[in-house]
Antibody
């Protein structure tokens, strides 16, 4: 059964860049879409974007200028890079499989603070 | 962006009650509509996809339906483990968007 696990720094300073990784185990990253979603108390659940295993991406226009999602098929993992962080980016970040979001990681909390 | 509205925002119910939550899309979404359950400190869990299809392993007391752009999620007989927050989500048009959630708590 496929499992996802997010990892990354829990605390990041304003204006810096966030880098998160989602490791996929128990299954291949091939043949699926993979999404990043975040959840903050102020904005609820927000879809950040997704990537097909081939590398094709779509992003939320509200974040498009600051976000890059990539996939490393050799490591069976996907990554999220979010630049120019502000306190508004403080959230729990999740990765999930497929457009139906049928499998989720447990999430990783990111706090943007100096 | 497609706006998803949910009602009610919260409700109180007892074990055994029938619970209904509605979700409205601001435009057509071709029935690409999911329902999720989230418990505190946990990731959302997919319950229903494409309006009415039950995800594998999800109890049959959960169901979904649609009339136009008006979607309904029903728990036929509320169980103790069902107290949680429920979200609808459309994945027809990027950016995929979620409703604000409905919290079901104990009466």
């Amino acid at each position: 059964q496929v499992q996802l696990q997010e990892s990354g720094p829990g605390l990041v300073k304003p204006s810096e860049t966030l880098s998160l990784t989602c490791a996929v185990s128990g299954g291949s990253i091939n043949s699926y879409y993979w999404s990043w979603i975040r959840q903050s108390p102020g904005k609820g659940l927000e879809w950040i974007g997704h990537i097909y295993f081939t590398g094709t991406t779509e992003y939320n226009p509200s974040l498009k200028s600051r976000v890059i999602i990539s996939v490393d098929r050799s490591k069976n993992q996907l990554s999220l890079r979010l630049t120019s962080l502000t306190s508004a980016d403080t959230a729990v970040y999740y990765c999930a499989r497929q457009q139906q979001l049928d499998v989720w990681g447990p999430g990783t909390t990111v706090t943007v603070s100096s | 962006d497609i706006q998803m509205t949910q009602s009610p925002s919260s409700l109180s119910a007892s074990v055994g009650d029938r619970v209904t939550i509605t979700c409205q899309a601001s435009q057509g979404i071709n029935n690409y509509l999911n329902w999720f359950q989230q418990k505190p400190g946990k990731a959302p869990k997919l319950l229903i996809y494409d309006v009415s299809n039950l995800e594998t392993g999800v109890p049959s007391r959960f169901s979904g339906s649609v009339s136009g752009t008006h979607f309904t999620f029903t728990i036929s007989s509320l169980q103790p483990e069902d107290f949680a927050t429920y979200y609808c989500q459309q994945y027809d048009t990027v950016p995929f968007t979620f409703g604000p959630g409905t919290t079901v708590d104990i009466k």
